[in-house]
């Protein structure tokens, strides 16, 4: 059978095509899509381990959850989008002869993940005071029939053709298919919100995953003293997407003035970005003396990586000196951002971004250093502005 | 038809053929392979913009020749897909591939950039060693496939008779590579998909030639028993010829190294961001200066432009700042790369490599500079440099 990429299926002279024919002609073209896309978007093993190995996870913003601040109940929506999900099995897993109809293959294990328009779910209410509650939602493949439509179907008894019921499409959308579930318990349905367990605040912690699942968010659900209005906040939820490039892997520039003027904390701004969709970041003013500054960039990296050059386009260093950027650390895995997450919310920070906790991410320091003459010092002042270009790499 | 994108138009209570299904499928494929090509096209030269044919190449790891799993004496081809370039001799299948119903129409490769499709690990196993003093390189070559498959028992329309019967007929042309290694000696031709092509044993044996038509891929060193008791294929036996593909030519790829001044120990190769397929390796060369040499495999290839930053600033006390110096070159890993790599002064270690594999290297070391004066004893440099290495993986 044509069912695997790149094959196509023929079609004799003289021979009438079946149903299946049809179906299979699709399957195949399906296939070879899927297969050319594992291909294209499988990651490394690891550092040391050059295998290509598939992999699931998102394109851009898709699936990613955001919180309702228009509307109570506390809810929170899941953006439009596509991802994909690699698995062998499970519920509505590759299948050959999905619905028993016959050409309808569906062998790949790169399976759509399909969301075609925004998904509210309404988050259970606010545990008691002095508690917090850490749920997640958490999606999986999913395929069905839909688009029934009156069709002429062949009445074999009879030889004659008979308007019969028959569904024309097969669909990946996972939108409407939503299911809740409270922790310790298997989720059910292709996309899951999942319930936890209150428990003293800064003690709470999220429901395991569900096997076969691929978790999206967590949600911290603050009591009614800590959460005010009864609305969900940025802050409340951390985006654990694994996000699709090829390779595993994608690159982001960044251009930033960095005011230095005085001994408040250096202030960034941000001049030029070109950072891929879906990932937020955030330079940081985090240390007056030597203008040190600290990157965050969200995402459950596997690796994280950053070069920083650093000049003085205002040219108002004395002339023999010098200006070098030095890289304090990086965090090369990501992890829970903790405080730092705060820190990207002040003025200090450019852009302004809103992010919990919770929110993995990975995080890159640096400062600059002055040669005047044979002394080192920190540029605090002088220059008034210094000019940082920063090109950053992470992989999943 | 004409060209890719172009699609083929069933007309309202037109009859359709045999020949339009097959052309619609064929159309598809085309355009899919057309954008491939214009994906993965390099330019000819530095300094020639031009971009040249679609290259002949591989997708990560896809084809890699590896040890097998327990170690004997034979090796396995990574799953994956390539893509060969071919010029075409002609593109109706039906007067070219065996195995279709005469007078079958549309059936087209009407693309000159063919997949190369292995679905899963192929294990090929060797022929024994030779016997002492003798070695022996074999080689694996591997060219596309389209073949006619699938053969059922369909309704064929009998013109003579008015009626129909029933004929069997393939219904499928596959590319599908899996299964269809076969074993040639070094003069013969190889006619399979995958080949394993037998060198000649001798003290100073060579490579067989490749067939027209096909695509090294691997030799492996067979040694004899003497040198080698156990008739086993490690990563010592095994030169990776796969050329890459790359979007327009260009891949990239980060590592950070680690290297430790003042001993002489390895220099760890962490947060490897890089394609699958590509290796990264290091060995520490000296104790000042923080030396360290790092080796990039990635497959025939052997050209990277490389740009490196160092984060450490210089020891306690000390001023001035630090700068990276390296070369790089494009050869081939020589007996003394292969016992540096598998040495104790490795990262990872031991890292297994054949001699004769192409490789670039990049020979990197630290030096202080304060105001005029350099300085690259490890007592200016501090316990640890830290470089990082910003590479672009070029085709060449």
């Known amino acids: 059978m044509p069912d695997q990429p790149f094959d196509y299926s023929v079609v004799h002279p003289r021979e009438k095509p079946t149903a299946g024919d049809e179906n299979m002609q699709m399957s195949a073209s399906n296939a070879t899509l899927r297969h050319l896309a594992d291909r294209l978007l499988c990651v490394r093993g690891g550092s040391t381990d050059p295998s290509g190995v598939s992999t699931s996870g998102f394109f851009a913003d898709g699936f990613r959850v955001v919180p309702v601040t228009d509307f109570t109940p506390l809810a929170v929506d899941i953006s439009p989008g596509t991802g994909l999900h690699y698995r062998a099995s499970g519920t509505n897993g ?4 999905v619905g028993t109809v016959e050409g309808l293959n569906d062998l790949n294990s790169l399976q759509p993940l399909v969301l075609s328009q925004k998904q509210r779910i309404v988050v259970d209410p606010q545990p008691p005071m002095g508690t917090t509650r ?3 939602i958490e999606v999986r493949a999913d395929r069905f029939f839909a688009d029934p439509s009156t069709r002429p179907v062949f009445d074999e008894p009879t030889g004659d053709f008979i308007p019969g019921i028959r569904n024309k499409t097969l669909t990946y959308d996972t939108f409407a298919r939503v299911g809740r579930v409270l922790a310790g318990n298997e989720s059910v349905l292709p996309i899951s919100y999942k319930v936890g367990v209150a428990d003293v605040t800064g003690a709470e912690q999220p429901p395991a995953a569900s096997v076969g699942y691929l978790r999206i968010a967590t949600i911290r659900v603050r009591n009614a003293v800590d959460l005010q209005g009864g609305v969900l906040q940025p802050e409340d939820l951390a985006d654990v997407r694994r996000l699709l490039f090829p390779s595993g892997t994608f690159t982001g520039d960044l251009t930033y003035r960095v005011s230095t003027v005085g001994a408040n904390p250096p202030t960034p701004e941000l001049l030029f970005g070109s950072v891929p969709p879906g990932i937020l970041f955030s330079l940081i003013g985090s240390q007056a003396a030597g203008g040190a500054c600290a990157l965050v960039v969200t995402g459950p990296l596997l690796t994280f990586s950053a070069h920083v050059t650093v000049s003085d386009l205002a040219s108002n260093i004395a002339a023999g000196d010098i200006l070098f950027s030095r890289v304090s650390s990086i965090l090369a895995t990501s992890f829970d951002l903790g405080a730092l997450a705060a820190a990207c919310n002040t003025a200090v920070a450019a852009p302004q971004i809103r992010i919990g906790p919770r929110q993995p991410g990975c995080l890159l320091t640096f400062h600059t250093v002055r040669m005047v ?5 920190l540029p605090n002042g002088t220059p008034a502005n210094l000019y940082y270009t920063i090109t950053f790499r992470g992989s999943y | 038809m004409q060209g890719p994108f172009e699609r083929l138009v069933g007309n309202y209570l037109e009859e359709l053929l045999s020949s339009d299904y097959n052309a619609a499928q064929a159309q598809q494929e085309r355009s899919l392979r057309f954008l491939l090509e214009q994906v993965y096209a390099a330019r000819v030269a530095d300094d020639n913009a031009t971009g040249a044919p679609a290259p002949t190449g591989f997708i990560g790891d896809a084809f890699r020749a590896r040890p097998t799993s327990p170690l004997g004496n034979s090796i396995l081809l990574r799953r994956g897909l390539g893509l060969q370039y071919a010029a075409q001799v002609g593109t109706d299948l039906v007067t070219q591939v065996p195995g279709f119903l005469a007078n079958t129409s549309g059936v087209a490769d009407l693309s000159p950039y063919h997949p190369l499709v ?17 070695n022996r390189v074999d080689l694996i070559e591997v060219r596309y496939r389209r073949s006619a498959a699938d053969n059922q028992q369909r309704k064929q329309l009998n013109p003579p008779g008015r009626n129909k019967v029933t004929v069997g007929m393939n219904k499928t042309v596959s590319p599908v590579m899996d299964g269809l290694t076969q074993r040639f000696t070094a003069a013969q031709d190889s006619t399979s998909p995958i080949a394993y092509k037998v060198g000649v044993a001798g003290a100073n044996p060579v490579v067989p030639p490749t067939t027209p038509g096909y695509q090294a891929i691997a030799n492996i060193l067979v040694r004899n028993v003497a040198v080698n008791p156990g008739a086993t294929i490690t990563d010592t036996a095994i ?12 891949g990239e790829a980060y590592a950070r190294v680690v290297s430790t001044t003042g001993a002489l120990i390895p220099a760890s190769v962490t947060s490897v961001n890089a394609p699958p397929g590509v290796q990264i390796a290091s060995v520490a060369r000296g104790v000042t200066g923080a030396r360290t040499d790092v080796y990039v495999i990635f497959g025939s290839s052997r050209a990277l432009n490389a740009d490196v930053s160092i984060q450490s600033a210089p020891a306690a006390g000390a001023p001035g700042f630090i700068l990276p110096q390296w070369s790089i070159i494009n050869r081939t890993i020589s007996a003394q790369d292969q016992i540096d790599l598998g040495g104790l002064l490795a990262s990872p270690q031991p890292t297994l490599v054949t001699i ?8 990197l070391r630290a030096t202080t500079q304060n105001n005029g004066a350099s300085d690259d004893a490890p007592a200016a440099l501090g316990a640890l440099v830290l470089y990082h290495l910003s590479l672009k993986l070029l085709r060449r």
């Open chain 1, 373 to 377: 003459g044979a002394a080192q010092t």
């Open chain 2, 356 to 363: 004769g594999q192409p490789v670039s290297v990049v020979s």
């Open chain 2, 118 to 134: 292995l679905l899963n690990d192929e294990v090929i196993a060797l022929d024994a060693p030779p016997a002492q003093p003798n």
């Open chain 1, 134 to 136: 850490m749920d997640i």
């Open chain 1, 94 to 97: 590759p299948q050959r002869a």
């Open chain 2, 239 to 250: 030169i990776d010829l796969r050329p890459y593909l790359f979007p327009h030519g260009i």
